[in-house]
């Protein structure tokens, strides 16, 4: 094996190649480095995506025979099961890897033990190395193989007071063009994008991602509205501009399986305060990320409404962990100080 050193060198490498695999996917971004007995890098490689080969197994079709005796640096524990590929574990063993370094254990409860099935094979593996960087390329994946369900992510825009809509309903536009920009960066982050009926009955949202000049991207993530009011034929959430769900019920446990069955790890909730107050009330929100606008409304809806909450002492307390400028408006991101929120 390196040297620490050397070894920090190899698996910042591993970790430059994971990061060439999509942002939003089912499956983790990974990326592999094999060393061989000499020192000399052999083969190295990324995952591509759900549906595509596992880093090591790149890896090693690109090392083809060198690695045997060799040293793996992976930034995800080697996978011990059949899923769409076979296990990168084995493969490693039928190629005569003698030693693994791992970034991050993998929480796939049905993934794990890649560790365990190579050390009993008389692997020498060493897992932690890097892991928090790691984990970084792969927040909301490991969210939600933890928790089993998507992590979701709450945005909304609302003037100084916390207004999100003026008295007569207009709420276009809160926020200016850069801070609407950004809403689309990161809309495009997750794997769906989700309003209750109520948006989209009162301002018919297209709830797909574009840039500045419109135009739309390739990836859309999934639009899913919920409630049990119909959705008019006419609506724009029911074009072809991108694939759409419409939940005909009320409750975000049952919309979160549901999505987590279509293997989607991140979900951005757009709102209205009506849907964004049940989510938050059921501690069902793991992010916050408030556009907020330098105007008074002084009247009108409030960003987040039924709560159920009469006195200071339960405030739902977040915790800021960025606030950025977007011309004149204010983006707080924030997380709830509940334990295990990762
Ligand atoms: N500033 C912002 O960031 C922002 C974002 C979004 C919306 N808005 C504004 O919000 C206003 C719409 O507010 P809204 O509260 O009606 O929107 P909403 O939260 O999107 O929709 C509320 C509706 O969703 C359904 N629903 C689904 N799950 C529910 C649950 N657990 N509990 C209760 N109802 C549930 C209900 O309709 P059913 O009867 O169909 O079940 C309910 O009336 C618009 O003026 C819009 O412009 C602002």
Not at 74 to 82: A, F, M
Not at 231 to 260: S, Y
Request: with cysteine; net charge neutral.
């Amino acid at each position: 094996m390196a040297g620490p050193s050397t070894e920090v060198a190899l698996m910042t490498r591993a970790l430059t190649l994971a990061a060439h695999g999509p942002a939003v996917d089912p499956n983790p971004r990974v990326g592999a480095v094999l060393v061989s007995t000499t020192g000399e890098v052999v083969g190295e490689g990324f995952h591509a995506g759900a549906g595509t080969p596992h880093a090591e197994i790149v890896a090693l079709a690109r090392a083809g025979g060198r690695a045997a005796g060799g040293t793996a640096y992976v930034t995800l524990e080697p996978c011990n099961h059949t899923g769409r590929t076979g296990p990168c574990a084995q493969a490693l063993l039928d190629a005569g890897l003698a030693a693994v370094v791992f970034a991050q254990p993998d929480p796939n409860p049905s993934a794990a033990g890649g560790a365990a099935t190579l050390r009993a094979a008389g692997v020498r593996v060493t897992g932690g190395l890097l892991e928090a960087e790691a984990r970084g390329l792969n927040e909301a994946w490991t969210f939600a193989l933890r928790h089993g369900r998507p992590r979701v992510v709450w945005k909304f825009a609302a003037t100084l007071d916390g207004r999100s809509a003026a008295a007569d309903g207009t709420s276009r536009w809160i926020t200016g063009p850069q801070a609407r920009a950004d809403v689309h960066t990161l809309r495009a982050g997750s794997g769906a994008v989700l309003v209750g009926t109520g948006t989209v009955l009162a301002d018919d949202p297209a709830l797909t991602v574009r840039r500045p000049d419109g135009t739309r991207l390739d990836r859309q993530p999934l639009r899913v509205v919920l409630g049990r009011r119909a959705v008019p034929a006419g609506a724009r959430v029911r074009d072809d501009a991108a694939e759409t769900l419409l939940l005909t019920h009320r409750d975000p446990v049952a919309a979160l399986a549901t999505l987590a069955e279509r293997e989607i790890r991140q979900v951005w909730l757009e709102g209205g305060p009506t849907v964004a107050g049940a989510f938050v009330q059921a501690g069902l929100v793991d992010e916050v990320v408030a556009y907020l606008a330098p105007a008074l409304l002084g009247a009108g809806p409030a960003a987040v409404t039924g709560l159920g909450i009469a006195t200071l002492a339960e405030a739902v307390r977040l915790e800021p962990f960025d606030v950025t400028t977007f011309g004149p408006d204010i983006r707080v991101r924030a997380r709830p100080t509940r334990p295990d929120r990762t």
